[in-house]
């Protein structure tokens, strides 16, 4: 693991929302704040790819993601921050502000960017683009890139989020918030989910 990120995230309370919605105590966990450059849920998975990409002296990454990935662009601009060359693996979507702004990002912080159609999304590294990337690259290199799964979402990535439970539960004993009965969050490639789902079991939290 390295740090990447600014933690705790801090806990806020939601009363208009709350009211409108008929709950006396709505709260959210301001995780878009985790990183000073670029902030999200991809900065705590990250903290520990990265350094198992690290230790293991890689010189290059490849990810994947759609067009606008938030996940690929944050690769890109942490692995630009630790010298490490990033490669996005892209597949297409339909443009929108967002999708060309994360492009843009993405080449600015100097990510070399493939479109490629893959028959199995979460098989992409069976894809023959990719493999002949990975060959093309580690033929170049002397050794293949390191690997990171789209969204970052690995049994190591989601290290990061049963920390982000252990950091709730503290912020909950030292009363900044009351323990809830329900975590929502947004769920693409879903390792966010499975690293809270193992930190509340940890934590024997009974919060669902």
Not at 19 to 29: A, E
Not at 70 to 84: E, F, K, S
């Amino acid at each position: 693991m390295l740090s990447l990120g600014d933690f705790p995230t801090p806990v806020q309370k939601l009363n208009q929302l709350g009211k409108q919605l008929g709950l006396s105590d709505l709260f959210i966990k301001r995780d878009d704040l985790t990183g000073k450059v670029y902030g999200g849920n991809k900065v705590r998975k990250l903290e520990f790819i990265f350094g198992d990409a690290l230790r293991s002296g890689t010189k290059e990454v490849m990810t994947f993601g759609a067009a606008g990935s938030n996940h690929a662009l944050a690769t890109a601009i942490y692995a630009r921050q630790l010298g490490i060359k990033s490669i996005s693996m892209l597949v297409s979507q339909p443009n929108a502000d967002y999708v060309r702004r994360n492009l843009l990002m993405s080449y600015q912080n100097e990510a070399e960017l493939h479109l490629y159609s893959p028959k199995r999304f979460f098989r992409a590294t069976a894809d023959p683009s990719v493999v002949y990337q990975l060959l093309r690259h580690g033929l170049k290199q002397g050794q293949l890139p390191h690997v990171i799964p789209m969204g970052g979402s690995s049994p190591l990535g989601a290290v990061g989020y049963v920390n982000a439970a252990f950091e709730l539960h503290c912020q909950i004993v030292k009363g900044e918030m009351p323990e809830p009965d329900y975590i929502y969050i947004a769920s693409g490639s879903m390792g966010t989910a499975a690293g809270l789902i193992l930190g509340i079991r940890a934590l024997n939290m009974k919060l669902k």
